[in-house]
Nanobody
Framework: QVQLVESGGGLVQAGGSLRLSCAASGITSNIKYMGWYRQAPGNQRELVATITTSGITNYASSVQGRFTISRDNDKNTMYLQMNSLKPEDTAVYYC???????????????WGKGTLVTVSS
């Protein structure tokens, strides 16, 4: 079992920056990748960025060049540095962990409760 706790959300002006954190605890030895998703009011949840334990990253086209995902494997913590924020970035941001298809947590997905990011115009 894995528990995820997001932090760092808040209210910022357009063009500003914000840094989100996600701390994972529990059985974390077989994490395949971690990622950030977001859900804006009235919209479906969408992928923002992912990062593997080896550091391979993937970004949604809407955030490329503005957001940076990183992780500290020793702390089992993931970060999302968000720069040049736009009002359309306003959403609840969720941390997700995908487990490798081995061991007692094989193939499992785990989600945090989310943290709200609001970007004012």
């Amino acid at each position: 079992q894995v528990q995820l706790v997001e932090s760092g959300g808040g209210l910022v002006q357009a063009g500003g920056s914000l840094r989100l954190s996600c701390a994972a605890s529990g059985i974390t030895s077989n994490i395949k990748y971690m990622g950030w998703y977001r859900q804006a009011p009235g919209n479906q949840r969408e992928l923002v960025a992912t990062i593997t334990t080896s550091g391979i990253t993937n970004y949604a086209s809407s955030v490329q060049g503005r957001f940076t995902i990183s992780r500290d494997n020793d702390k089992n913590t993931m970060y999302l540095q968000m720069n040049s924020l736009k009002p359309e970035d306003t959403a609840v941001y969720y941390c997700k962990v995908k487990m490798k298809w081995v061991g007692p947590t094989a193939g499992m997905d785990y989600w945090g409760k989310g943290t709200l990011v609001t970007v004012s115009s």
